[in-house]
């Protein structure tokens, strides 16, 4: 129950396109859902977060979509550029307050946009 | 921008020796945590730390782990008698009172 699910495994954009990647959770008590970028060699990086209250989030080129009673979250990538290229993850948290919150991960989506 | 510094970047060791990963979190954080990731899998939960002891831990942390904060700025882990599945980058991750996880650039555990 504490599966995260992610798809697709990789994923080729051309430049300018729109890039989708889809995540679903079980356990209802999530209630963070942040997303992860990775290039090789690194750490993962936080690109943007939602809380289950809202639907929908956006900073910049890259939005969150929130679907509470599917239990599933997407992360779209506007005009997506060679510069977006790398792993993204999913991740699911339980946020108590006063404690540590481990991280849930998805698999992971390797992405590449081409020219 | 404040930063997770993990050393060493890169390291090899024999099946069966002890390696300790080290880490320096965000200074004005209170949460610590040790994740990984073997190549091309995903990221998964070790343990996490808090008040100086442990929150929470993963299966994966059996007794071969432990961690430390052994003074007021580093975090460690270790692996007391290393297994060739043991190989993996180990990520160290800090948080502070509110949400969003930093984490560090990851030491590459190589067991031969």
């Known amino acids: 129950q504490q599966q995260v699910k992610q798809s697709p495994q990789s994923l080729i954009v051309q430049k300018g396109g729109i890039s989708i990647i889809n995540c679903a959770y079980e356990n209802t008590a999530f209630d963070y859902f942040p997303w992860y970028q990775q290039f090789p060699g690194k750490g993962p990086a936080l690109l943007i977060a939602?809380?289950?209250?809202?639907s929908e989030k956006k900073e910049g080129r890259f939005t969150i979509s929130f679907n509470k009673s599917a239990k599933q979250f997407s992360l779209h990538i506007m005009d997506s550029q060679p510069g977006d290229s790398a792993t993204y993850f999913c991740?699911?948290?339980?946020?108590?307050?006063?404690?540590?919150?481990?991280?849930?991960f998805g698999t992971g989506t390797r992405l590449q946009v081409t020219l | 921008e404040p930063e997770v510094t993990q050393t060493p970047s890169h390291q090899v060791t024999q099946m069966g020796q002890e390696v300790i990963l080290r880490c320096v979190p965000i200074s004005n954080h209170l949460y610590f945590y040790w994740y990984r990731q073997i190549l091309g899998q995903k990221v998964e939960f070790l343990v996490s730390?808090?008040?100086?002891?442990?929150?929470?831990k993963s299966e994966i942390f059996d007794d071969q782990f432990s961690v430390e904060r052994p003074d007021g700025s580093n975090f460690t882990l270790k692996i007391r008698s290393t297994k060739l599945e043991d190989s993996a980058m180990y990520f160290c991750?800090?948080?502070?009172?509110?949400?969003?996880?930093?984490f560090g650039s990851g030491t590459r555990l190589t067991v031969v």
């Open positions: 939602i809380r289950p209250d809202v």
């Open positions: 991740a699911a948290s339980i946020m108590n307050t006063g404690t540590a919150s481990k991280l849930t």
């Open positions: 991750a800090s948080t502070g009172a509110y949400w969003g996880y930093t």
């Open positions: 730390f808090y008040n100086n002891e442990i929150s929470e």
